[in-house]
């Protein structure tokens, strides 16, 4: 089952504003992955976290790995109708070998 | 360079039937995974192979389902036989290695409706 929780489960924006999402958990991951997904495709890796604290950005997109390891948030600036999608959160344990556990998704619609 | 390639795209079949999915993960990705997504548990890790070798496959859900990958470019997913409730769309993912600074590279997935 799910370890982590993403929120919010669905946001409905306009156009040009920003968005930030984010995902908990009760336990320290030491990884942390924001992927997208278009429908009726697979995810698509879009960020990657690797230390407690670190800051990334790709284009409009920022995610930030949480200080205490148990939390990181995805920042999405200026966004545009093709941010219109699924995002989830995917983090890995540093017991659970290659095993990565992934938030519920948070579903974002963007108005014209 | 090409992605993670899964086949078929969509499967219909009845209840009863066997099913295959198949997956070419990406060239010189040592770890394969298989996932099933559904609305109700979302992502699901169902198997993960690094070297050809099956490392955890805790989340297959029964012995209906088996998967092999007889070699780095090849993994097969089975169902025999299928169910209604297996109903999912199933991700092949790759990833260049096993564990540390890796991540995983999803293919576009395989919609199984079983009726």
């Known amino acids: 089952g799910q370890q982590l929780n993403q929120s919010p489960q669905s946001m409905f924006i306009q156009e040009g504003e920003d968005v930030s999402m984010n995902c908990t958990s009760s336990s320290i991951f030491n990884t942390w992955l924001w992927y997208k997904q278009d429908p009726g495709e697979g995810p698509v890796l879009l960020i990657a976290?690797?230390?407690?604290?670190e800051l990334t950005s790709n284009g409009r997109l920022t995610a930030q790995f949480g200080i205490t390891r148990k939390d990181s948030f995805l920042n999405i600036s200026a966004s545009i109708p093709s941010d219109v999608g699924i995002y989830f959160c995917a983090g890995r344990k540093e017991t659970s070998g290659s095993r990565l556990t992934f938030g519920e998704g948070t579903q974002l619609t963007v108005n014209p | 360079d090409a992605g993670v390639i899964q086949s078929p795209r969509h499967e219909v079949t009845e209840m009863g039937q066997e099913v295959t999915l198949r997956c070419k993960p990406i060239?010189?990705?040592?770890?394969l995974f298989w996932y099933r997504q559904t609305m109700m548990r979302g992502l699901e890790l169902l198997i993960y192979f690094n070297n050809n070798v099956p490392i955890d496959d805790s989340g297959m859900p029964e012995d209906r389902f088996s998967a092999k990958m007889p070699n780095a470019s090849f993994s097969t997913l089975k169902i025999q036989p299928s169910e209604p409730r297996d109903s999912a769309v199933y991700f092949c993912?790759?990833?260049?290695?096993?564990?540390?600074?890796?991540?995983?590279?999803f293919g576009p997935g395989t919609r199984l409706t079983v009726l």
């Open positions: 993912a790759s990833s260049p290695r096993r564990g540390g600074l890796d991540t995983q590279y």
């Open positions: 976290l690797y230390k407690a604290g």
């Open positions: 060239s010189g990705h040592n770890s």
